[in-house]
Every structure is written in C-alpha cells, then in structure tokens.
Nanobody, 124 residues
Framework: QEQLVESGGGSVQAGGSLMLSCLAS????????MGWFRQAPGKEREFVAA????????YYAASVKGRFTISRDDAKNTVSLQMNNLKPEDTAVYFC?????????????????WGQGTQVTVSS
C-alpha cells in the first residue's frame, strides 16, 4: 500500500529553521518526482518545492526560493525540506506528494500520492 508520512513540523519563531521529512513506502521511490505543497488557513493549497527522480533538478516557489532546500535520499526513501529564515506567512500545513512521471512537477494534479500533512507555525 502506497504511503507518505511527513514529520518534523512544529512551532518556531520568525527567523528560525525547521526540517521536514517525508518517508515513502509502497512506491518505487527512486523513479518518482517528489514535491512539497502547503495550505494556510482559508487559502488554497500551493506549490512549495519539487525535485526530480534523479535529484539533479529542483524547483521552488518564488516565495521560498533562497530560504528552503529540497533534497532526497533514495536509500532511505525519504525527501526532506530544509526551511530557513522562516516567516509568519510560512505558517501552513505542509504536504508531501509523489509523482509517478518523475519530473518533479509544480502542478498538484500531476501528483499521484499524498501524505496527511504536518503543521508548521511561525510566530512573529
């Protein structure tokens, strides 16, 4: 059974850092593109970052570029999101997603499997 489980969320003050991790099971992880999305209260879910199957290409939303870094460890079936210099507007539930095409797409509809999400709260 395909499963994605996020961890690492929590509460932090503005300027702080958090690292989110997503453990995948039941999928051919090494051939999947992986992405992170987030949904703030009252807002639609939005793209944050993605990485292709090879790990050579990564993509970021303009709002997080330079602050967030996505990485993958195929030996551990894990994708991570290092978040630095966090801002209150980064507060959201963060979701991990897997894309069978492997490209690391930015559109939600391209993703096949989703995790349940982990809460990140940034206070000013």
């Amino acid at each position: 059974q395909e499963q994605l489980v996020e961890s690492g969320g929590g509460s932090v003050q503005a300027g702080g850092s958090l690292m989110l991790s997503c453990l995948a099971s039941g999928i051919r992880f090494s051939s999947c593109g992986m992405g992170w999305f987030r949904q703030a209260p009252g807002k639609e879910r939005e793209f944050v970052a993605a990485i292709g199957w090879s790990g050579r290409r990564s993509y970021y939303a303009a709002s997080v570029k330079g602050r967030f870094t996505i990485s993958r460890d195929d030996a551990k079936n894990t994708v991570s999101l290092q978040m630095n210099n966090l801002k209150p507007e980064d507060t959201a539930v963060y979701f991990c997603a897997a894309e069978l095409n492997g490209w690391g797409a930015q559109g939600q509809d391209d993703y096949n499997y989703w995790g349940q999400g982990t809460q990140v709260t940034v206070s000013s």
